[in-house]
């Protein structure tokens, strides 16, 4: 079992900048995928940012440019650093990690953390 705890959401005006961030409670993100999902009211979730095992990102089209993510492997985290914000990006940001192989192997969600863009 893996628990991944996010915090960092918050509120903030069209414009800023937050930074999420998700730490694992085992040491999974040095050799496993992770991304960082968003759910709106009303949507399906969908997927923000990934980070593969080797370091390559993907991100979706609309967060291009103003997202980032990165891992910090000593302190088994991942970051999404997030600017520019606009309304658009309101939603329920989630955590997540796919393991592979291994006693942990499995699924893994953070409990998601609210980030809302509005003036």
């Known amino acids: 079992q893996v628990q991944l705890v996010e915090s960092g959401g918050g509120l903030v005006q069209p414009g800023g900048s937050l930074r999420l961030s998700c730490t694992a409670s085992?040491?999974?993100?040095?050799?496993?995928?992770m991304g960082w999902y968003r759910q709106a009211p009303g949507k399906q979730r969908e997927l923000v940012a990934a980070?593969?095992?080797?370091?390559?990102?993907n991100y979706a089209d609309s967060v291009k440019g103003r997202f980032t993510i990165s891992r910090d492997v000593a302190k088994n985290t991942v970051y999404l650093q997030m600017s520019s914000l606009k309304p658009e990006d309101t939603a329920v940001y989630y955590c997540?990690?796919?393991?592979?192989?291994?006693?942990?192997?499995?699924?893994?969600w953070g409990q998601g953390t609210q980030v809302t863009v509005s003036s």
């Open positions: 997540n990690a796919n393991v592979r192989t291994g006693y942990y192997r499995g699924d893994y």
């Open positions: 980070m593969g095992s080797g370091g390559s990102t």
């Open positions: 085992r040491n999974i993100f040095s050799s496993n995928a």
